[in-house]
């Protein structure tokens, strides 16, 4: 009868055991997940912050480099460039209207002069003309 009753009581202990156990188990467990989901939000802000340091080192190192370039005059920068295109585009502009102001008074000439006499045989005349004119000049230069 004592066995019987021992073994009950240890039954009952191992019961109560087990389920200590099993709540310890399960809270462990959520423990883990949670320690596992901070390690990995963690890990996501630190990934972000090292890319922005990153990011900010890779801009300082940028400038500088730009800095000393422009100090020593070795090469052309980006605003040394900018500068060079504005300069340029705006004196292109300004040529190109210089341009249209020579050719407008000859342009508005031929568009006028559409309904003239002028035909091209008689351009063929004048032609000939000056040309016979200039040889002869050239025959008594030559002569003389």
């Known amino acids: 009868m004592k066995y019987k009753k021992h073994n009950?009581?240890?039954?009952?202990?191992?019961?109560?055991?087990?389920?200590?156990?099993?709540?310890?188990y399960a809270s462990e467990n959520e423990?883990?997940?949670?320690?596992?989901?901070?390690?990995e939000e963690a890990n996501a802000k630190a990934l972000?912050?090292?890319?922005?340091?990153?990011?900010?080192?890779?801009?300082?190192?940028?400038?500088?480099r730009?800095?000393?370039l422009s100090e020593r005059g070795?090469?052309?920068t980006h605003s040394d460039l900018a500068e060079v295109f504005?300069?340029?585009?705006k004196n292109l502009i300004a040529a190109i209207g210089e341009v249209k102001n020579i050719l407008k008074p000859i342009i508005d000439h031929v568009a006028a002069d559409t309904g003239s006499q002028l035909t091209i045989g008689r351009m063929i005349?004048?032609?000939v003309a000056t040309g016979v004119i200039i040889g002869i000049i050239q025959f008594l230069i030559t002569r003389i």
Do not use: C, W
């Not at 423990?31 to 390690?39: F, H, M, S, T, V």
């Not at 922005?52 to 500088?64: N, V």
């Open 8 to 24: 009950e009581a240890m039954r009952k202990s191992d019961r109560r055991f087990d389920g200590e156990r099993d709540k310890r």
């Open 31 to 39: 423990l883990r997940a949670l320690a596992l989901i901070i390690k």
């Open 48 to 64: 972000n912050l090292a890319s922005q340091i990153q990011t900010y080192k890779d801009d300082k190192s940028d400038k500088t």
């Open 66 to 68: 730009e800095q000393n």
């Open 74 to 76: 070795a090469y052309v």
């Open 86 to 89: 504005d300069k340029s585009e």
């Open 125 to 127: 005349g004048y032609i």
